[in-house]
């Protein structure tokens, strides 16, 4: 059975930028804080992506 597009999860949407002008100095350092944790979950997922390619790479590295 092939396999269909619309039997795929669609990627997530990009978030609608916020107006910036309309946060506190507090509600700004707290959504840098919470951006900041997010760039982190992303960058460990970059890492344990390569880590697992790197392992594919070389399981499946010709000789």
Do not use: N, W, Y
Not at 34 to 51: F, H, N, P, V
Request: one cysteine or more; a neutral charge; charged letters at 40%.
């Amino acid at each position: 059975m092939p396999l269909d597009a619309d039997d795929l999860d669609p990627k997530p949407k990009a978030p609608k930028p916020v107006s910036l002008d309309l946060l506190s100095v507090d509600e700004l350092e707290a959504r840098i804080a919470q951006l900041e944790a997010e760039i982190g979950r992303c960058r460990e997922a970059i890492g344990r992506k390569r880590s697992a390619r790197g392992a594919a790479d070389t399981f499946f590295k010709k000789a």
